[in-house]
């Protein structure tokens, strides 16, 4: 069965960093393109960052030169980095592996 575990959202305030985390398990995490999903209520989830199973990476337009994606295969896990962070950048992270599995979701709130 395959899990993904999001973490470390939280309060920050603008300006401020961030590193989330997605575990997984109960995959061959190298084998696949991971990426990272926001969401806003009244929203439709958008696509943040991807990187690929030979580590190659894609970036939304919003979040390039401020999130960096990476991926640790030895520890299945995938992070996401982000920097220089905006009120508009709060949502709920959601990984996605594959384009098939979810994890649940972390909050991540920018505000003074």
């Known amino acids: 069965q395959v899990q993904l575990v999001e973490s470390g959202g939280g309060l920050v305030q603008p300006g401020g960093s961030l590193r989330l985390s997605c575990a997984a398990s109960?995959?061959?995490?190298?084998?696949?393109?991971i990426g990272w999903y926001r969401q806003t209520p009244g929203k439709q989830r958008e696509f943040v960052a991807l990187i690929s199973r030979g580590g190659s990476t894609i970036y939304a337009d919003s979040v390039k030169g401020r999130f960096t994606i990476s991926r640790d295969n030895a520890k299945m896990t995938v992070y996401l980095q982000m920097n220089s962070l905006k009120p508009e950048d709060t949502a709920v992270y959601y990984c996605n592996l594959d384009g098939r599995f979810w994890g649940q979701g972390t909050l991540v709130t920018v505000s003074s």
């Open positions: 109960g995959i061959i995490f190298s084998a696949f393109d």
